[in-house]
């Protein structure tokens, strides 16, 4: 679990520089120099490259409009501040969700690529056993106006057998009313069962949080 209950503070100036790494297609593509890395999961269009945007203050991340980029996995590596460098993954679409509907037996082409991907990725949340570990998080995006999709929820029991820290963050608050802000925001936190932090990649609201998560994260790196 990632999250802890922590109070939310106005962003502050810190220097953030960032740079596309690579697109992967595959594990012989992931970098190398075992750097922490959060990595961000969720439906197509559901705002992964505008959080990557919003986080890092430029637009290095491609949107969804960028023909391929969904089907690889795509490494951005951040320095932000004094604190060590760390990769943003951008993770392809939907090879995560594998609900019985969704079973890779019948799943087109396109979508056995995407859980092989997926597949050898989290696979090395695990690899202390075949060398030094890697830092890895990931982070389930779902959009703030939808809680409770059964996409959604599959992903995140699939998340759960993964053997990787694990939260989710909700997307595009802007567009919630006063009232959706409480009511979904009840309602993701009890199906998910983790706290899940209201953030939007336009108005810049619970970034700072996110970072102070991140940070974290890249801390407790080995
Ligand atoms: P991805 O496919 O998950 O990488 O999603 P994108 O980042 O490409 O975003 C998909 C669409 O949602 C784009 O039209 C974005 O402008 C829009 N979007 C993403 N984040 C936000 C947000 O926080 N607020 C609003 N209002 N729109 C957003």
Known sequence: MIFVNSSIRQS????????????????????????????????????????????????VARTSAAPGKTRLANFYRVQRGPARALYLVDLPGY???????????????????????????????????????????????????????????????????????????????????RAERTRHGQKLESLFDVPVPLVSAQTGEGLEELWKVIATINRTAP
């Open 12 to 59: 502050v100036n810190v220097k953030v520089s960032a740079e596309f790494v690579t697109s992967a297609a595959g594990a012989g593509d992931f970098p190398r120099d075992r750097l922490a890395e959060v990595a961000l999961v969720g439906r197509s269009n559901v705002g992964k490259s505008s959080l990557i945007n919003a986080l890092v203050k430029q637009q």
């Open 95 to 177: 090879g995560y969700a594998r609900g019985q509907t969704r079973g890779p037996q019948g799943s087109a082409p396109q979508e056995r690529e995407f859980s092989r991907l997926t597949d050898e990725y989290f696979s090395r949340c695990g690899a202390d056993l075949h060398g030094p570990r890697i830092s890895i998080a990931v982070f389930l995006l779902v959009d703030a106006r939808h809680p409770g999709l059964a996409s959604d929820l599959d992903a995140w029991d699939w998340l759960k057998s993964q053997p990787c820290a694990r939260g989710v963050v909700a997307t595009k608050a802007d567009k919630l009313t």
